[in-house]
């Protein structure tokens, strides 16, 4: 699996974004896909994650009714819709994929990365 993160940029508070994360291998559908996000001087924490048939998803109590998650396994691609955004969404945010589930909300769960965008929400 090889992940490509784009869709970042600068939006005002309140705005929306679409993050995308397309991946260039063969085998999309096998995986279980995750977001992340770090900003300057913080640890990476997880944003929403989502299965291999997009069943189940999860999302961060601070981005829960905000943020969505949805993939399509067609397109080999995993999104991101965040609404409502607020400054201390400031990051760089990744993709991320497993074949396992083990720690979904933790960066030490999944093995693969993408190279991470830019969201910054101005105030």
């Known amino acids: 699996v090889q992940l490509q993160a784009s869709g970042g940029g600068l939006v005002p508070a309140g705005g929306s974004l679409r993050l995308s994360c397309a991946d260039s291998g063969r085998t999309f559908v096998n995986y279980f896909m995750g977001w992340f996000r770090q900003a300057p001087g913080t640890e990476r924490e997880f944003v929403a994650a989502?299965?291999?048939?997009?069943?189940?998803?999860h999302c961060a109590d601070s981005v829960q009714g905000r943020f969505l998650i949805s993939r399509d396994n067609a397109k080999k691609t995993v999104y991101l819709q965040m609404n409502s955004l607020k400054p201390e969404d400031t990051a760089v945010y990744y993709c991320?994929?497993?074949?396992?589930?083990?720690?979904?909300?933790?960066?030490?769960?999944?093995?693969?990365w993408g190279q991470g965008t830019q969201v910054t929400v101005s105030s």
């Open positions: 989502i299965s291999w048939n997009g069943d189940t998803t």
């Open positions: 991320a994929a497993d074949r396992t589930t083990t720690g979904w909300d933790s960066p030490q769960g999944y093995d693969y």
